[in-house]
């Protein structure tokens, strides 16, 4: 999986190049190259932002700006352009999933009230929020994007922890524990102690659907419609 990032702060990415994924990198599962769309300016002050037009308060990307990044990126034509913005639909699992799919994804970071839209009209397939919340920009949903997608990427993970993490059943995860055996008074669920791998499987099972009703009723009720 390739992954392509148009950004003004190439530098805030080194979060994401840690543990996991930074493994992933070095087995070369996944491939991240940064832009800085800010080398692409032809103005002497690096100039990358403008005035809106119509007034208002804050400043735009500018589209050509944007755009000549954009074209720096070989075989952009069969990548998918991703940009993270409020607009777009609230990344989940199953789109996480989706995504993982894809052979190359180019991801746009917005920044100050936005970018222009004639550039997002001319290279946007699809915009992705992570939430509804406002950030500073949009690096911090692309390397939420990158770290979610990545982790079904085959070999990032071992098969079996994919196949067991919630969402990935449309469940909450059960509570986990490792020793000591006694913590702070508190002991660990008899069963987990028991060998007895049905039992913790059925144990599992039932904490994960209680924990789904009490947090996240919407998601309990999604999982038994789709039983
Ligand atoms: C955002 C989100 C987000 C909006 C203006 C960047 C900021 C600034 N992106 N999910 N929530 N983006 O708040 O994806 O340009």
């Keep these: 999986m390739k992954f392509d990032v148009l950004t003004l702060f190439p530098e805030m990415f080194q979060a994401v190049k840690e543990s996991v994924i930074g493994k992933a990198i070095e087995k070369e599962l996944i491939d991240i190259n940064l832009i800085n769309i ?6 002497k002050h690096k100039k990358v932002d403008d005035t809106p037009y119509g007034g208002g308060a804050g400043m735009v990307m500018m589209p050509d700006v944007v755009y000549d990044a954009y074209c720096s990126i070989k075989d952009r034509e069969n990548a998918k352009v991703i940009y993270l913005s409020p607009q777009g639909k609230t990344l989940n699992q199953q789109k996480v999933e989706s995504l993982s799919k894809e052979k190359h994804i180019i991801l746009l970071c917005g920044h100050y009230e936005g970018i222009d839209q004639r550039v997002i009209d001319e ?3 699809e915009e992705i929020s992570i939430g509804d919340y406002v950030l500073t920009g949009g690096e911090l949903p692309a390397m939420v994007l990158i770290d979610s997608v990545s982790r079904y990427i085959e070999g990032v993970l071992n098969e079996s922890s994919i196949e067991e993490e919630s969402f990935s059943k449309g469940l909450l995860e059960y509570p ?4 000591p055996e006694e913590f702070l008074g508190r002991t660990v669920p008899d069963v987990l102690k028991s060998g007895h791998h049905q039992n913790i499987e059925k144990w599992r099972k039932e904490q994960a659907i209680k924990i789904t009703g009490e947090k996240r009723p919407d998601l309990l009720k999604k999982f038994e419609d789709a039983e």
């Design 38 to 43: 800010r080398d692409f300016s032809k103005d």
């Design 123 to 125: 290279i946007v397939d």
């Design 176 to 179: 986990q524990y490792t020793r």
